[in-house]
């Protein structure tokens, strides 16, 4: 038995939750918040069979979509002279990990 968890943006967390669930597999969600951007996302945590780990990450992967989003930053220049200015990064996609799991207990 596996344990996959996958963190994912919250605007991608409802249709890769709707995907899993829709296959069959059980989801626990819990949101989280990304320490980069400080921006929310969530984490799902999904408890499987070996043999079915490969299809739970394609379905999260079709899901979870990379793009590309400007944000502001500030730099310093002096002491309390800053500047904003725009800023572009990759947000969405997905960070999945999978872990062997010694022992399922479901009371």
Excluded: C, W
């Excluded at 799902?44 to 379905?59: C, F, H, Q, S, Y």
């Amino acid at each position: 038995m596996k344990l996959i968890i996958a963190i994912v943006s919250n605007d991608d967390s409802a249709a890769v939750n709707a995907n899993l669930t829709e296959h069959g597999y059980m989801v626990t969600k819990l949101s989280t918040t990304g320490g980069f951007l400080r921006a929310g996302n969530t984490t799902l945590i999904i408890g499987t069979e070996d043999e079915k780990v490969e299809n739970a990450v394609e379905l999260i992967k079709e899901e979870s979509k990379k793009r590309t989003e400007v944000i502001p930053a500030t730099a310093s220049f002096d002491i309390n002279k800053f500047a904003a200015y725009p800023v572009e990064v990759q947000v969405g996609g997905a960070t999945i990990f999978v872990l062997e799991v010694e022992q399922f207990i479901k009371a």
